[in-house]
């Protein structure tokens, strides 16, 4: 069973910076981060895929960056000039390689302060 850890949640001012952290046992393609906001839906954050190629929520972009250390099974958010708007948990996601399934972590609190 692939497991997902989270790291690096907190508590930031607007306008700081924070870096998540995943690390996943098994093998997958794409890896990425979610978030929900209360009273709202899962969103889509940020997606890599195992090459490389990825993919942003409008709101994030340019503010966001997604990486990914395919040796170390980890992907990285790296998230600045944080805005309220922000605050959600946020989860990470990855797709197995040979399962096909959807796995994620247990997510993370990010909370922006105005």
């Known amino acids: 069973q692939a497991q997902l850890v989270e790291s690096g949640g907190g508590l930031v001012q607007a306008g700081g910076s924070l870096r998540l952290s995943c690390t996943a046992s098994g093998s997958f393609t794409t890896m990425g981060w979610y978030r929900q906001a209360p009273g709202k839906q899962r969103e889509l954050v940020a997606l890599?895929?195992?090459?490389?190629?990825?993919n942003y929520a409008d709101p994030v972009k340019g503010r966001f960056t997604i990486s990914r250390d395919n040796a170390k099974n980890t992907v990285y958010l790296q998230m600045n000039s944080l805005k309220p708007e922000d605050t959600a948990v946020y989860y990470c996601?990855?797709?197995?390689?040979?399962?096909?399934?959807?796995?994620w972590g247990q997510g993370t609190q990010i909370t922006v302060s105005s």
């Open positions: 890599i895929t195992n090459i490389g190629t990825t």
């Open positions: 996601y990855a797709r197995g390689r040979y399962t096909a399934r959807d796995y």
